[in-house]
């Protein structure tokens, strides 16, 4: 990580979650402790239907705990906070508006939409490569153009926290690789704080300054790795000694 605050911008405070359904209950997370620092990027690994996703609606107040409480800037987290940018699994652009029109489209909804953030917006995707394409429609550019337009589309209203759900799962291989390596790029030079879901073990390793490990329902906090790679790209980290053994070490922690 940067030589950065330590300010915390993200807090999990003995944070439960159950679910209440016509069936009965579901404890879906049990007693979350952990915060993200500023300037930090994280990820979290954890087996399939943990409650990697729930995670990330609890960060972005689009679900209320059932015990404890989430703080963004030390402040309980409400749905809709400027704060923070979410990018999904899938691109969802939408493919009758323009890459222009879609990476404004959040300027839009927050009613922001105004000459100097839209020219803001444009300039990052000039900034990161997309500069040609303005007036393209998503159809005409490639799965990691595309993926590369949501980051920006995220980035446009300028949110201080990023939540990135499996932004790369609906990629081939080779383009997850080089997306990976961009979208990693573009959130450190845009100093952002960023929380990553993943069940890519490799993934989580090559981004990350620290890796969180859930457990099985009901998600908790079993693990956390400062990774220690400092700023090696995410390709570079791959090629590194080092990779593996914690690839190992992860895999154990996610097969106890």
């Known amino acids: 990580m940067n030589e950065q605050t330590e300010k915390t911008v993200l807090e999990f405070d003995d944070v439960s979650l159950t679910y209440h359904t016509e069936k009965g209950e579901t404890l879906a997370a049990s ?23 729930t995670l990330l609606s609890l960060s972005a107040g689009l679900l209320s705990p059932s015990a404890g409480e989430v703080r963004l800037y030390g402040k309980p987290v409400e749905r809709g906070n400027a704060h923070i940018g979410y990018m999904l699994q899938k691109d969802e652009l939408f493919p009758w508006r ?9 300027l839009e909804i927050r009613k922001c939409n105004t000459p100097a953030r839209r020219a803001a917006a444009r300039a990052l995707a000039e900034k990161y490569g997309l500069g040609g394409f303005l007036k393209h429609y998503p159809d005409q550019l490639s799965g990691g153009m595309r993926q590369r337009a949501a980051l920006i589309r995220t980035l446009a209203a300028d949110p201080r926290m990023l939540l990135l759900d499996e932004p790369f799962s609906a990629l081939d291989y080779q383009t997850r690789l080089n997306v990976c390596d961009d979208v990693y790029e573009i959130i450190r030079q845009e100093h952002k704080t960023a929380m990553l879901v993943t069940h890519d073990i490799s993934e989580a390793i090559s981004v990350a300054d620290r890796v969180f490990v859930l457990s099985a329902r009901p998600a908790r906090v079993v693990a956390a790795h400062e990774i220690g790679f400092g700023e090696m790209k995410p390709l570079e980290r791959r090629k590194d000694a080092r990779f593996s053994a914690w690839f190992d070490r992860l895999w154990k922690e996610l097969n106890l």
């Open 31 to 53: 007693h979350l402790q952990f915060a993200v620092r500023e300037g930090e990027f994280i990820a979290v690994i954890g087996p399939s239907g943990c409650g990697k996703t």
């Open 98 to 106: 323009t890459v222009e029109a879609n990476i404004t489209l959040p």
